[in-house]
């Protein structure tokens, strides 16, 4: 069956200006978390949606935001870029997320944001 | 605050060699333990989940132990090849999302 989805895979943005990735999780998958991965922090948790609603949420400034929606696909935005949002940022998805007994987690190959 | 180190930071064997990948974690109220890999430029690849009240599991060459009371895990690899060079991570999950290592990378040589 398919994995992880994600798009774009490359993007380069101006500092200010705004991205939306998108991630489209494995079929009957209900959970889909969002990571940033760097150099320096390693991989940092952004937020966690299930079912449409936020169930969790990292130490991020309120720049960066997320949605999800009722066929499970979701989003996350970054508005106002600054040069120090430039990472890769990895959807993952499971089946009920992270706590679960079922919580395996699958990644995608990743979105890479180059802000200049 | 959980906290997940791993050592080395860098491994270089020689191919066929057996090896162990240390995890370490600060705080045993673990809900499951994940092992990843990631290729250079790519995305996590899963290779073994431990559930809290599992002691190990394996899959073909990679065995994972999992110690919640001393806050340790391994990851052993078996007959290592140079198809296994990569970087491991391991990750806890607590609270609702994964606390990840920094990860261990591992060069095989021919």
């Known amino acids: 069956k398919a994995g992880v989805t994600q798009t774009p895979r490359y993007l380069i943005k101006t500092r200010g200006q705004q991205v939306t990735l998108s991630c489209s999780p494995i079929s009957g998958h209900r959970s889909v978390s969002w990571y940033q991965q760097t150099p320096g922090q390693g991989l940092q948790f952004l937020f966690e949606?299930?079912?449409?609603?936020?169930?969790n949420k990292g130490n991020f400034p309120g720049r960066f935001s997320g949605r999800q929606f009722s066929n499970s696909r979701s989003e996350m935005n970054v508005s106002t870029l600054e040069l120090g949002d430039s990472a890769l940022y990895l959807c993952?998805?499971?089946?009920?997320?992270?706590?679960?007994?079922?919580?395996?987690?699958?990644f995608g190959e990743g979105s890479r944001l180059t802000v200049l | 605050k959980q906290e997940v180190t791993q050592i080395p930071a860098a491994l270089s064997v020689p191919e066929g060699e057996n090896l162990v990948l240390n995890c370490s974690f600060t705080?045993?109220?673990?809900?499951?333990l994940q092992w990843f890999r990631q290729d250079p430029g790519k995305g996590l690849t899963s290779l073994l989940l431990i559930q809290s009240s599992q002691r190990e599991q394996t899959s073909g060459r990679l065995n994972a132990s999992l110690d919640k009371s001393s806050g340790r895990s391994t990851l052993y690899i078996a007959a290592s090849q140079p198809g296994d060079s990569a970087t491991y991570l391991c990750?806890?999950?607590?609270?609702?999302?994964?606390?990840f290592g920094q990860g261990t990378t591992l060069q095989v040589k021919p």
């Open positions: 993952a998805s499971s089946l009920e997320g992270p706590g679960a007994r079922s919580g395996e987690l699958f």
């Open positions: 705080d045993s109220a673990i809900y499951n």
């Open positions: 949606y299930f079912s449409e609603t936020q169930r």
């Open positions: 990750a806890v999950s607590n609270t609702g999302k994964l606390i």
